[in-house]
């Protein structure tokens, strides 16, 4: 049950007037509070206080009230029933949408040829998520991993290959598209070092820059070497890729589709951009003008072919447009990228308004802050370069498996990649998503504080005790303790928080629920003993009721956050 909201809407009609509805912090005077009283009154013309009292005996009616009081200048506070309490908590969660959506969440999008960093980090892990938060309301969600696998990049790792190995039959005039060509398969590291040393020598040798302009320009058309040699290394790219994306316990991506696929579709959308009169020339190039009248920002055209020919990024995604339109047509379409991205964001979704082919308000682009070092400057390895996600994973495992042996326990290798992998995730998606954040290794695995590997706990405890429990009678639940009450309404806030998470896009509520759900179940294993000899039976029930309920909704949680509990910490 999301009991905020059947309390708010039980009060607002019983009194027939939308009250305000607050959880304290502190439970002693009441679990809600409503100030309805005070609004009604200024309406109304009378006292506050003395509205309040007249309103209580209404109150008092509604099936969840155990106590109504009025405290200082009219607020009423509530306080609810232990019985109606158990029987809400013990019901599974449920929060189906009669208003389910196709929804095409476009997150992760990683590039060929440039191994996966800390950049992707945030896409990759609150987009799945956000993807999995969709699904369990109910909608029909697909996800694209829009790759970078058609621009400049390619140009640039060809134009470097040919440049070492200038006599590889790709690069002759004769070359036969049909021979065999995989013994000039590379290994995934050394792919990785192309684009970064191309990159760094087109910046400082125009002609090269030039021959890497040239090449994506002709592997776009067809070039049957380019092309041949781009199929080569491809796989090995998406591969290591995958890889990666592995071992972040990320659901696979519906659809590994991005720009190449995309341009597939250049054709029927050069039509209608033309049939619209969309295309305008400009210094060679065509462009799309997406500026307003009503514009203060700059807002600069969309570059749908450059001077070259070649399909810019910003074509790609029109494209892209155009093939999920035709393919899944979805109510909405969710972008999840790096907040530098915001103009071009917003001149595509002005496209998609001037093309007719969605309405602005279906296109969302969520834009994630950068995590930075302890320094504020976005967090580099020693070295200086961006830190590779597969180093980061290293990282943090070795430093889980430190904190492991150090505390003098040994755990499965599997364990200690689970505890690792929690730190990293949690500790991502505990932040607000649109702020940036200061990554530091060391804390983000401490088993205390807020942390993945405390949530891990949380839940191995839990679960450890229904373990050695075993099979355990229904109990009723009379006179709940604080400690009890306290956790079993934390558990029925569950629902409202998933909820807020989608709707605000905001991973972090998830997240930081999860924490104050663990924080309760702790402070009620400390002191509500459960298996303890001198525990009456009715007691002992009752709480490992509790601890169930607890471990469910925990254990919900951990898997929509995408972490996974182990047997033992
Ligand atoms: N590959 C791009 C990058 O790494 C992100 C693509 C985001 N999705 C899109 N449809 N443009 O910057």
Not at 416 to 445: G, Q
């Amino acid at each position: 049950m999301n009991l905020y909201k059947y309390v708010s809407e039980s009060i607002n009609d019983k009194l027939g007037f939308p009250a305000n509805l607050e959880t304290p912090r502190n439970r002693d005077f009441g679990d809600f509070a409503t100030n309805a009283a005070m609004v009604m009154a200024k309406t109304a013309g009378k006292n506050p206080r003395e509205l309040a009292n007249e309103i209580l005996p209404k109150l008092r009616e509604l099936d969840f009230v155990a106590d109504v009081s009025v405290a200082g200048p009219g607020f009423i506070n509530i306080k609810l029933r232990d019985d109606f309490i158990w029987r809400a908590a013990a019901e599974p969660h449920n929060i189906q949408t009669d208003k389910p959506l196709v929804i095409d969440m476009d997150y992760g999008s990683y590039n060929v040829a440039k191994s996966l960093h800390i950049g992707h980090l945030r896409t990759s892990i609150v987009g799945d998520t956000l993807n999995r938060i969709a699904k369990y309301i109910g909608h029909k969600t697909i996800s694209y991993n829009h790759m970078g696998d058609w621009g400049r990049s390619m140009g640039l790792v060809i134009a470097w290959i040919k440049r070492n190995h200038p006599d590889w039959p790709f690069f002759q005039p004769n070359f036969d598209p049909d021979a065999d060509y995989s013994k000039y398969a590379m290994s995934a590291e050394e792919l990785d070092t192309y684009y970064p040393a191309a990159a760094a020598l087109a910046k400082s040798d125009d002609a090269f820059m030039e021959d890497a302009r040239q090449i994506t320009a002709e592997l776009q058309r067809g070039h049957p070497g380019y092309n041949t040699l781009y199929n080569v290394f491809l796989p090995i790219a998406t591969n290591s890729m995958m890889e990666t994306v592995k071992k972040l316990n990320i659901m696979p991506f519906d659809r590994n589709l991005g720009e190449r696929n995309a341009a597939k579709y250049i054709e029927p959308v050069e039509k209608m951009l033309r049939e619209k009169n969309l295309l305008v020339k400009s210094d060679g190039a065509e462009v799309i003008i997406v500026k307003k009248d009503t514009d203060t920002a700059p807002m600069p055209p969309m570059m749908f072919y450059n001077s070259r020919g070649a399909v810019p990024y910003d074509a790609t995604d029109i494209m892209a447009l155009y093939y999920r339109k035709i393919t899944d047509n979805p109510n909405k379409i969710i972008y999840l990228t790096d907040v530098r991205q915001k103009l071009h964001f917003e001149q595509l979704f002005r496209v998609a308004e001037l093309t007719g082919l969605f309405p602005a308000a279906d296109l969302e682009h969520i834009g994630y802050g950068t995590i930075n070092g302890a320094d504020g400057k976005p967090f580099k390895t020693r070295d200086g370069n961006a830190a590779g996600l597969n180093d980061i994973i290293e990282m943090i495992t070795n430093a889980v498996q430190k904190r492991v042996s150090d505390s003098g326990k040994k755990l499965p290798p599997e364990t200690v990649d689970e505890i690792a992998l929690a730190a990293l995730k949690f500790n991502d998606l505990m932040h607000d998503l649109r702020s940036d954040y200061v990554f530091e290794p060391e804390s983000v695995t401490s088993f205390e504080g807020r942390t993945g590997p405390y949530i891990l706990y949380t839940a191995v405890r839990l679960n450890s005790v229904l373990k050695r429990a075993g099979e355990f009678p229904a109990a009723p639940a009379t006179d709940l303790t604080t400690d009890e009450r306290n956790l079993l309404i934390e558990t029925l806030d569950f629902e409202r928080t998933v909820q807020s998470a989608f709707d605000n896009r905001a991973t972090d509520m998830i997240a930081n629920y999860a924490y104050d759900l663990c924080q309760l179940a702790n402070a009620f294993y400390h002191n509500c003993p459960i298996l303890r000899d001198d525990v009456d039976a009715r007691t002992r029930a009752r709480r490992l009721g509790i601890t169930k309920i607890a471990r469910d909704t925990l254990a919900t949680a951990i898997d929509l956050m995408g972490l996974k509990i182990p047997n033992e910490m």
